[in-house]
């Protein structure tokens, strides 16, 4: 292919800075324009009101109506933003375990029953991580707030032990460990997550 003789070295300097010239041009653009915001990270890590049923069976009786939400008057029950059901946050609001349960009451599809008793409540079970615990260096805020004392000082081991068999999931502990420390050394593991779902 012949290569054209009117084309010379003023011709490519031309267009080569006119190359420049574009590319930096959208540069500037790519660079100047507004960059998209990710879509917000939905917790995973929120309980179920108390006396919820087994996650698959609230999911089908509960209409996400927010009558439980209404009757939490410390209102530690929140509409999920994902799916609008009805969710606790332990760290934000945990339950307080209130004498009358309203919550539970207030549910007219069932997805929330009944309970004699508050230690037949299961929202979760917390659980330790003692690299982060300062219990060892004698914060024992979470041991003097647990409702049900399922949390105690083994001081033989300067370690803090959480009896799962006692532990009502409520989120007392993983609060106020956020209240008084930097990292939170304690979280409530929902009872969802324990059985799989």
């Keep these: 292919m012949a290569s054209n003789p009117s084309y010379g070295r003023r011709d490519f300097l031309k267009d080569s800075v006119l190359s ?21 990270r939905l917790r995973t890590d929120w309980l179920r009101p108390p006396g919820s049923v087994d996650e698959a069976i ?15 008057d410390p209102g530690a029950i929140v509409c999920h933003a994902g799916d609008g059901t009805p969710v606790i946050f332990a760290d934000q609001s945990p339950c307080l375990l209130c004498d009358d349960l309203p919550c ?3 549910c007219a599809t069932d997805a929330l ?17 003692q690299r982060l615990c300062t ?23 300067m370690r803090l032990e959480v009896s799962a068999e006692i532990c009502v999931g409520c989120g007392q502990c993983e609060h106020i460990c956020h209240t008084v420390n930097d990292h939170v050394a304690i979280r409530v593991i929902p009872v969802r997550q324990l059985a799989g779902f």
């Design 58 to 72: 609230f999911l089908d009786r509960c209409t996400k109506c927010g009558d439980c939400i209404k009757a939490c």
């Design 113 to 129: 029953q009944p309970v004699d008793r508050i230690p037949e409540i299961h929202l979760g079970v917390a659980q330790v991580s």
């Design 20 to 40: 420049v010239a574009k590319a930096a041009q959208e540069f500037s653009r790519q660079a100047d324009a507004v960059p998209e915001a990710p879509a917000p």
């Design 135 to 157: 219990a060892g260096q004698g914060c024992h805020a979470c041991v003097s707030k647990c409702p049900v004392d399922a949390l105690a000082m083994d001081f033989s081991a």
């Design 104 to 106: 539970i009451a207030a």
